[in-house]
């Protein structure tokens, strides 16, 4: 162990064969041996190199520096490409580029991404077609993640990651995945501004009540680790920036660029040395310059792994479904807020749907849906989630078989039970967090909504197909990771398409089937380029930014 550690600590120390550059040098000028002879004791021995012993001596030295400052050149200038491979163990595929073999023997033992279980898929020998069809993953066509930054980027990293002066303070809201695309965007305006970054702070969740905080979630020391050469992470402000009352900026506008923040903010921190924003939920453009882009993919699917307990309890209830064989992942938007704030009705009846109307009128400012449509006009259009029994129809649609394990994601439904039994008739092994989980398990994380929801999302991440019942930040964070990790199977449900079909009474179920697939068959998880679609996130696209053809670029295993 302590010889690993060596390796790890020192790229110039290995146990491999001396160079050959040594084996030269030893050849023509080894130290003259000892004796014992009493003239040898007696007297000082000294040997004088011949003229071609000097040559060949100056000839050697020089092909060794030459070497050596190829070799630095090489690791300042290479690219670096994260790459994951299903056939090594460590998720990771490593460039034969002779530049890079010596910081290949310095990969650390895990990756920094999260990395799913092995995809099960449709191999078993007594599915129908459709069924086999629904478990097959997609087709990667090669694309690895590939993070290569700009010799220019990288140069402006090396001084922003040594920054003392400025200080930028961030504070998020929202649930886990609205958390995280803030604390993303934080670290990018943190680069754009030159400025260290304070550990996010984590508001305490209207919602839910969640008072968790930053290292709670996430982990902080493996956060600061690996963004270390693009940007300085500090848990918290040094004495000389405390003050007593601090401005908060907190009216940013939609949309805004790289040049809109530094002339926003650039002089005030400069002059202050802090600034502290609030309220950055998708205000920073969709649409950045190609480091950036690569920095929020390293961001999100690198530095922001969850805390240990966490991730082993979520990978505990993974291997659960995953040893059973292949199994879907759910994520149902079926609580009550979302009720209120889409301005859907729930289909269980008048009686729930009055509890949701006099909800929403008490709470108005929380409707997010187009207020000048009617609520059938608001589920045609796809505005609404999905309902149980809607998922039902919809799964059955794509081939999913009777006895499919289902993990179910999400909070607790509206309506209890009843809101599941649609789906609990069509399916029965269906499963949640909490029917999956061991007495107390879950016990750490009563009221720690955000820790619940990053349980959700690591046994989400491995299941063989994942499907939400609506859009918003776990489908858009699903639909990236997944992809980032070898493009596993990711359902969008066409709802605009199916839910005429599903009311229209002549439409059989054959005819449904048919129509699903069809619809469905080009969007389960296929790589989709974010070139030319400005709206579209990098981090549910990563694809051209974050991800690259194997074979195209010659880089290593970066950690």
């Not at 999100?300 to 292949?326: D, S, V, Y």
Request: hydrophobic share 40%.
């Amino acid at each position: 162990m302590a010889k690993t550690l060596r390796t790890i600590k020192n790229p110039f120390f290995t146990p491999h064969p001396p160079s050959p550059f040594l084996h030269f040098s030893l050849l023509f000028f080894s130290p003259p041996k000892r004796t014992t002879s009493p003239r040898y004791l007696n007297h000082h021995h000294q040997t004088r190199c011949t003229p071609q012993q000097v040559f060949l001596l100056l000839i050697s030295l020089s092909l060794l520096f030459s070497g050596i400052s190829f070799l630095a050149s090489s690791l300042t200038t290479s690219s670096t490409c994260i790459v994951s491979s299903p056939s090594s163990p460590l998720g990771f595929f490593v460039s034969d580029d002779p530049r890079h073999l010596l910081l290949t023997s310095l990969a650390v033992s895990v990756p920094s991404t999260l990395l799913p279980l092995p995809a099960r898929g449709g191999r078993s020998g007594n599915m129908t077609e459709e069924e086999r069809e629904f478990w097959n993953q997609p087709n990667g066509e090669g694309y690895k993640p590939c993070l290569d930054f700009s010799l220019a980027y990288r140069k402006k990293a090396a001084r922003v990651s040594k920054e003392k002066k400025r200080f930028l303070v961030v504070v998020v809201s929202g649930g886990l995945n609205q958390q995280r695309n803030q604390i993303v965007d934080a670290v990018v305006i943190a680069t754009i501004l030159e400025a260290a970054l304070v550990v996010p702070v984590l508001q305490v969740n209207r919602v839910w009540g969640d008072e968790s905080e930053f290292s709670d979630v996430f982990d902080v020391e493996h956060f600061k680790k690996t963004l270390r050469s693009d940007v300085r992470v500090v848990s918290s402000l040094p004495s000389t920036h405390l003050m007593s009352r601090q401005t908060i900026e907190n009216q940013i506008p939609w949309d805004v660029s790289p040049v809109w923040i530094r002339a926003k903010f650039f002089k005030q921190l400069n002059e202050e040395g802090l600034l502290v924003l609030k309220g950055l939920d998708s205000r920073l453009a969709k649409n950045l310059p190609p480091d950036l882009q690569k920095l929020r993919c390293k961001v999100a699917f690198h530095a922001l792994r969850f805390t240990a307990p966490i991730e082993n309890l979520g990978n505990k209830l993974a291997r659960r479904m995953w040893i059973e064989g292949p199994y879907v992942a759910l994520h149902l938007r079926l609580e009550k807020d979302v009720w209120v704030r889409t301005g859907c009705l729930t289909g269980l009846g008048s009686e729930f749907d009055r509890i949701i109307a006099e909800t929403r009128m008490s709470q108005p400012r929380y409707l997010t849906s187009r207020l000048n449509l009617t609520y059938t006009e608001r589920r045609l259009a796809g505005l609404c989630p999905l309902n149980a029994y809607e998922i039902a129809r919809l799964l059955k649609a794509l081939g999913a078989p009777s006895n499919a394990s289902i993990f179910v994601a999400g909070g607790e439904p509206f309506g209890g039970s009843r809101a599941m039994e649609p789906l609990a008739k069509e399916f029965a092994n269906l499963v949640t967090k909490e029917t999956l989980a061991h007495k107390g398990e879950l016990l750490p994380y009563t009221n720690r909504s955000s820790a619940l929801a990053a349980i959700d999302y690591i046994v989400s991440l491995s299941s063989d197909v994942f499907l939400p019942s609506h859009g918003g930040n776990m489908a858009k964070a699903m639909q990236g990771n997944r992809a980032y990790v070898g493009h596993r199977k990711f359902i969008m449900p066409n709802k605009r398409a199916m839910l005429p079909l599903m009311e229209n009474p002549s439409v059989s179920e054959s005819e449904l089937s048919r129509v699903a697939r069809k619809l469905h068959g080009k969007s389960q998880g296929h790589p989709e380029s974010r070139r030319g679609r400005r709206d579209r996130d990098v981090l549910a696209y990563p694809v051209p930014e974050c991800m690259c053809r194997h074979g195209k670029h010659r880089s290593i295993g970066f950690f």
